[in-house]
């Protein structure tokens, strides 16, 4: 089945500071910006926190919250992983999965493959800075499997992503090993 991604999640945009952000060591709201979508991650350890009670809470963003790079070559989405207080800033747009038949690491797996980056290119808009706008995403069609099947899909990919983290370790591991034996071969030992 195909759904058109308006039709399975409540799209906004990432609120604007319009006198810029006032960063505060022990601020109580975290700030999700572009610099913070790292990887295939959010990195969350190194955000930025404010202090700001104006915000109003229909921003705030939530686990299974997917976040999505509006701006730039790389139109990636994350997922928000876990429970945490803050908002994500504009350019990012936050997709709020509101669909029981689809799972938000489904849609944001979906996302990130090829038909759907060669979907957003298409679509893109400007000459220096690509935009992919609202109403460009609200039109995406998403295949949607069953869950059983988007389950599958999201835990095999996990189990790939893992994968390729112990098997980037073990290349690091083993040049650092050969480099400190030619190293011990050319002192003689």
Known sequence: MKLKLQDITEIQTGYTFRNGLNKYENGKLGVIQI???????????????????????NHFINKGDVLFKSRGEDNSSY???????????????????????????????????????????????????????????????????SKNTQKAIVELNSLMKKETEIMESLIIKRNNLITQKLLNLIKGE
């Open 35 to 57: 610099k913070d979508l790292k990887g295939s991650k959010v990195d969350l350890d190194n955000i930025d926190y404010i202090d700001d009670d104006s915000i109003k809470e």
């Open 79 to 145: 997922i928000i992983e876990k429970d945490i207080n803050a908002v994500a800033a504009a350019p990012i747009i936050v997709l709020k999965v509101r669909n029981k038949t689809v799972l938000p690491a489904y849609l944001n797996w979906f996302l990130n493959q090829t038909d759907a980056k060669e979907y957003l290119k298409s679509v893109s808009k400007g000459t220096l800075q690509k935009m992919i706008s609202i109403s460009a995403l609200q039109e995406m069609e998403i295949d949607i499997p």
